[in-house]
T-cell receptor, first 114, second 110 residues
Framework: GAVVSQHPSRVICKSGTSVKIECRSL??????MFWYRQFPKQSLMLMAT?????????EQGVEKDKFLINHASLTLSTLTVTSAHPEDSSFYIC??????????FGPGTRLTVL | QKEVEQNSGPLSVPEGAIASLNCTYS??????FFWYRQYSGKSPELIMS????GDKEDGRFTAQLNKASQYVSLLIRDSQPSDSATYLC??????????FGTGTRLQVFP
């Protein structure tokens, strides 16, 4: 149980384009999902907390207009990186809270902006 | 001061030995503690959770929590080369958010 999927697994795009990443909880309902970013050899940085049916809560320093989050259902949250630039290249990982307080992570999306 | 601290390593142990990974945290209100394993290029995988003082064992893994010392550790018995990965300590203060350490890289050599 507690399987989280992410799509796409890898994306390469040109600077200035927007990229949408989907996160799905496959076998449970997740009222809360989380979006992280991880740069090489660094730990996970929480970007925002995605709440079903309400606005996401962004961490300090994360631009909400650049990283759009939508959590329209109990099993799906999306992160859209708008007008992506090379410095947005990173490993984006979503997670969903299962039973207890543990979070289960999706497989991640590696974004490369040329 | 970082909220969750881990030695970055690498921690090198021979196959079959016990690997000991340590983590300290600064928030005394922390109530939930987790260990994640992350292979290079992959996302973290939850391997242990612990909520009360003492030891919790699951197969070759033992998590140890000491809230008074604000210390949580992970022991891996009979270490295998496949255990080579980065181990992330994560702490939650009764909220949804997890605070991660920077991880300790473990290398198990044959």
């Amino acid at each position: 149980g507690a399987v989280v999927s992410q799509h796409p697994s890898r994306v390469i795009c040109k600077s200035g384009t927007s990229v949408k990443i989907e996160c799905r909880s496959l076998d449970f309902q997740a009222t809360t999902m989380f979006w992280y970013r991880q740069f090489p050899k660094q730990s996970l940085m929480l970007m925002a907390t995605s709440n079903e049916g309400s606005k996401a809560t962004y961490e300090q320093g994360v631009e909400k207009d650049k990283f759009l989050i939508n959590h329209a259902s109990l099993t799906l949250s999306t992160l859209t990186v708008t007008s992506a630039h090379p410095e947005d290249s990173s490993f984006y990982i979503c997670s969903a809270r299962g039973t207890g307080n543990g979070q289960f992570f999706g497989p991640g999306t590696r974004l490369t902006v040329l | 001061q970082k909220e969750v601290e881990q030695n970055s390593g690498p921690l090198s142990v021979p196959e079959g030995a016990i690997a000991s990974l340590n983590c300290t945290y600064s928030d005394r209100g922390s109530q939930s503690f987790f260990w994640y394993r992350q292979y290079s290029g992959k996302s973290p995988e939850l391997i242990m959770s612990i909520y009360s003082n003492g030891d919790k064992e699951d197969g070759r893994f033992t998590a140890q929590l000491n809230k008074a010392s604000q210390y949580v550790s992970l022991l891996i018995r009979d270490s295998q080369p496949s255990d080579s990965a980065t181990y992330l300590c994560a702490v939650s203060a009764n909220t949804d958010k997890l605070i991660f350490g920077t991880g300790t890289r473990l290398q198990v050599f044959p």
